[in-house]
């Protein structure tokens, strides 16, 4: 076999971009950052960063959103934290234009967590939001608060911000996914208001919970009820052992 020679190749750069999202008033949100540097700098963006020679892409995703935002997430085989998010590899992005510095290889991440706290900003990242879904995806095309001009979000970050909310919608439909988004205990009516979120429709009640319980395992009754809802004491549940949704809720047409 003949010699390698990476000489031969040219060198490129490996990020993580992350997909961030949760429900805050009853609206899916997306982190994003204000970029402190250029390229873009100034523009709203995904947190990420590069990829460190000695580090696995789900450790680079993790360490870059504690970095840029102070939020901590957890791989799913992992036991989960107070305030960790489910994190998943979610798709790579490769265009030769995508990033005008050099050539740069993003390997996106999807990280899903309940209503979380206001972000504190870190890195290179000047500041950081929970945004709605529907402000960073409008049919505008761009993105501003407080009365700055709007402007899309950096990069290719918009494509990468649909394919992650896409996830999202999709497997809810027949995994336990949208347990990510609920505390440890929650009613079925919390459970309700994260699908509606996510699909950005409203759905029936009473169809609702005879879907989400009939399935064996999917949801196992907590033995406590709540009323921080309103209205009479509703039971709380928590995750159960089976995370497939058997049969799937198909997402509404809208």
């Not at 993790?62 to 901590?72: K, W």
């Not at 918009?158 to 919608?169: H, N, P, S, Y």
Request: hydrophobic letters at 40%.
């Amino acid at each position: 076999m003949p010699p390698y020679d990476p000489s031969t190749f040219p060198p490129f750069a490996v990020t993580v971009d992350l997909v961030v999202l949760t429900v805050r008033r009853h609206a899916l949100c997306a982190l994003v950052v204000r970029r402190g540097e250029s390229p873009f700098q100034g523009r709203w963006a995904l947190p990420g960063g590069f990829v460190r020679i000695d580090e696995d892409l789900a450790a680079a995703a993790a360490r870059e959103l504690v970095e840029e935002t102070g939020l901590c997430a957890h791989d799913p085989a992992a036991p989960a934290v107070g305030n960790g998010a489910h994190l998943e590899q979610l798709a790579t992005y490769g265009d030769p234009g995508r990033d005008p510095r050099m050539r740069v290889v993003s390997v996106a991440h999807l990280a899903l967590a309940p209503d979380l706290p206001a972000p504190r900003a870190g890195g290179d990242a000047n500041s950081a939001r929970w945004a709605p879904v529907e402000d960073l995806l409008g049919p505008g095309g761009g993105f501003a608060r407080d009365g700055e001009q709007s402007a899309p979000l950096a990069f290719d970050h918009a494509r990468i911000l649909d394919d992650g909310v896409e996830r999202a919608r999709s497997k809810i439909e027949y995994s336990s996914l949208a347990t990510a988004f609920c505390p440890p205990e929650f009613t079925v009516g919390e459970l309700r208001r994260v699908y509606e979120a996510v699909w950005g429709v409203a759905l029936d009640p009473r169809n609702f919970h005879r879907k989400v319980t009939g399935t064996p395992g999917f949801l196992v009754p907590s033995g406590g009820t709540t009323t921080r809802q309103g209205g009479r004491p509703a039971q709380l549940f928590r995750a159960g052992a089976a995370t497939v949704l058997n049969p799937p809720m198909l997402r509404p047409e809208v």
